[in-house]
């Protein structure tokens, strides 16, 4: 079963400053998804950046981008000058590319503050 | 509406009642799929369904949870003799096509206490 740990429970930043936030995980799939998602105070989950395993190519959107490891299973999310609203929790998830198993694994988030 | 919907938002039941959840996906998206949050943790995954068949039920945590999806759209996710450790908040996703791994928008959330 594949897991997904994030190892940083709460993390935070000055406001414009960049902040990383770490997640690995486990498989034995050559094929698969990585998702980060965020739950703001709203407790609504929404998607930020999705990566392909088959693309070695970081994915990006806007602000945020990744640091996709294909070899040490590392999947790190980078948040370019942080601004208040994205002060929520972060959640790593990882998916099989395989038909019939497209559940998502979560990790157990981290929590980011943006300090004013 | 544009997004995934469910109801009730919030519910609060006694030990040994049974309740029943709904999700209304977005529209057109064939797969459906049931978490369960315990605060401070991420989700975990329940079941879900490809149109009406339900595709994987192995994170039922035992035979007191069952869901259905009868015409392929909505779907309800039941819990019999609710007990205290039931308590969590329960999301329902959508997606467009499970072949293409589309991305899995969630919805609001039902929490549910039991007291």
């Known amino acids: 079963a594949q897991t997904v740990t994030q190892s940083q429970p709460e993390m935070s930043v000055q406001e414009a400053e960049t902040v990383t936030l770490s997640c690995t995980y486990d498989t034995s799939e050559s094929d698969y998804y990585l998702f980060w998602y965020k739950q703001p105070p709203s407790r609504q989950m929404i998607l930020v950046i999705r990566q392909e395993a088959y693309k070695q190519q970081n994915a990006t959107e806007n602000r945020f981008s990744v640091n996709f490891q294909k070899a040490a299973k590392s999947f790190s999310l980078k948040i370019s000058d942080s601004q208040l609203g994205d002060a929520a929790m972060y959640f790593c998830a990882y998916r099989s590319a395989g038909f019939g198993n497209e559940k998502l694994t979560f990790g157990t988030g981290t929590r980011l503050t943006i300090i004013p | 509406g544009a997004g995934v919907s469910q109801s009730p938002r919030y519910k609060v039941t006694k030990r040994g009642q049974d309740v029943a959840l709904r999700c209304d996906p977005i529209?057109?998206?064939?797969?459906l799929y049931w978490y369960r949050q315990a605060l401070g943790q991420g989700p975990e995954f329940l079941t879900y369904f490809n149109y009406e068949a339900q595709q994987d039920k192995s994170g039922l945590p035992n035979d007191r949870f069952s869901a259905e999806r009868p015409e392929g759209s909505i779907s309800t996710l039941t819990i019999q003799r609710t007990e205290q450790r039931d308590s969590a908040m329960y999301r329902c996703?959508?997606?467009?096509?499970?072949?293409?791994?589309?991305?899995?928008?969630f919805g609001p959330g039902t929490r549910l206490t039991v007291l």
């Open positions: 529209s057109g998206h064939v797969s």
């Open positions: 996703a959508s997606s467009l096509a499970p072949l293409r791994a589309d991305t899995q928008y």
